[in-house]
């Protein structure tokens, strides 16, 4: 029994000795004082993360600083000192493996590629795991731009997740979100970014708590390529292509709440206003409003409407019984003739996303469709002199 007593004595002895002979680091200058302060925050967490400050390798020591400079509360006292470490390791592992992640500032690659989250959900711990899933995919690309369009056009098959309006919680995390197999475009966006992360491509999230057409918010992903900003979305079109820019050049940039914003891990000049939370300001974030707005000019994706006429959107329905949305061929006609056509939105599309024509105002129009029989169907609409959604039925 003594003999026991004096090996637990040993080994409870050794970890403190080795503890207290360490000598703590100097902290690098320009993360000094926040550090001071986040260990400050961590509660009886102080210990664990100086040390882990003072033993992590020299040529990770920025990064560490970094993280836990800039680290939110609840995770200065929740995180694991493994999860920190796989963070870190998981980042400079793809940094040596892939060239576009080699070449990237410090400044870019702690901030959006070192980064472990995107919002406040659950901090899974999904680097790893991730890389496994998406390194495949990018090792041939030649650069960037190929590497993203192959994470971003298979990210889908590989994850098996759809968007889906009966996800449980908005701000679903990416273990969740894959468990569910749904998430809408916050949570999509969310495993768009860390996808992106893993292979060391540069992603942050973005978009606006409400339209200026106040149909309601979205979320979308940003990326850094050659020194600049592009966006982009799990169901992706080309960089700086989709459906809602149109929607983004009309943000008002006099109101926070129709604002554009991209995320960040370190400090901005602003926070991202989160729907779900509305007096959370934990989110750092750009306003990045002026941007949308000229790409949008710039794109002209909408073209200029004269004096009379209008933009209308349509969704299209099963039934009325059955609001599950339909992507089908709908031509729209004017005496009988055919002016235009386009696909509705599809029940995995964003919610916001709809099917647009431009119109004369106070003019009817045809709208042609197949039933639920496959037989053509014809639904008159006359359109007004403001901008309006309407929704079609197949039965």
């Not at 554009?260 to 934990?282: C, G, H, V």
């Not at 919610?351 to 042609?368: A, D, E, I, R, S």
Request: glycine letters at 2%; proline letters at 4%.
């Amino acid at each position: 029994m003594k003999k026991i007593n004096c090996l637990v004595l040993v080994f409870t002895i050794i970890p403190f000795l080795a503890f207290s002979q360490i000598k703590n680091r100097v902290f690098l200058p320009k993360y000094e004082a926040l550090l001071h302060t986040a260990l400050e925050k961590s509660g009886d967490r102080k210990d664990s993360l100086q040390y882990f400050l003072n033993t992590v390798p020299k040529k990770h020591y920025e990064a560490a600083s970094f993280l836990i400079a800039y680290m939110p509360e609840r995770d200065l006292k929740s995180l694991s000192i493994p999860y920190i470490k796989d963070q870190i390791d998981g980042a400079y592992k793809v940094k040596k493996e892939f060239s576009w992640c080699a070449k990237l500032p410090d400044s870019i690659f702690f901030n959006e590629v070192l980064a472990y989250y995107c919002f406040d959900e659950n901090r899974d711990n999904w680097r790893n795991d991730f890389y496994l899933k998406f390194s495949p995919l990018v090792k041939d690309s030649k650069n960037v731009r190929e590497a993203i369009k192959a994470v971003a056009t298979n990210i889908r098959n590989v994850l098996s997740v759809d968007y889906n309006v009966n996800r449980s919680i908005v701000n679903i995390s990416p273990f969740q979100s894959i468990k569910e197999k749904m998430a809408t475009c916050t949570g999509l966006s969310f495993l768009l970014v860390d996808a992106f992360r893993s292979v060391g491509i540069p992603a942050r999230m973005a978009g606006t708590p409400m339209w200026t057409n106040m149909k309601g918010n979205h979320s979308w992903v940003e990326v850094w390529v050659d020194g600049q900003w592009y966006f982009t979305e799990y169901y992706p079109e080309d960089l700086n292509k989709a459906w809602f820019l149109a929607d983004a050049g009309r943000a008002d940039i006099s109101n926070p709440r129709h604002w554009i914003y991209a995320s960040s891990y370190k400090p901005k000049e602003t926070y991202f206003r989160l729907e779900w939370d509305t007096l959370s300001t934990a989110i750092h974030a750009e306003n990045v409003t002026k941007r949308y707005i000229d790409l949008y000019e710039k794109e002209k994706v909408l073209e200029n409407l004269k004096p009379d006429e209008v933009w209308i959107s349509l969704q299209l329905y099963k039934s009325d019984k059955d609001l599950k949305r339909v992507s089908e061929k709908i031509a729209i006609e004017r005496d009988g003739k055919e002016l235009d056509f386009g696909f509705s939105p599809s029940p995995i599309d964003d919610l916001n996303k709809f099917l647009k024509f431009k119109v004369t105002k106070n003019t009817t129009y045809q709208f042609v469709y197949l039933d639920n029989s496959g037989k053509e169907k014809h639904s008159d609409i006359t359109v007004k002199d403001k901008e309006e959604l309407f929704t079609l039925y197949k039965d």
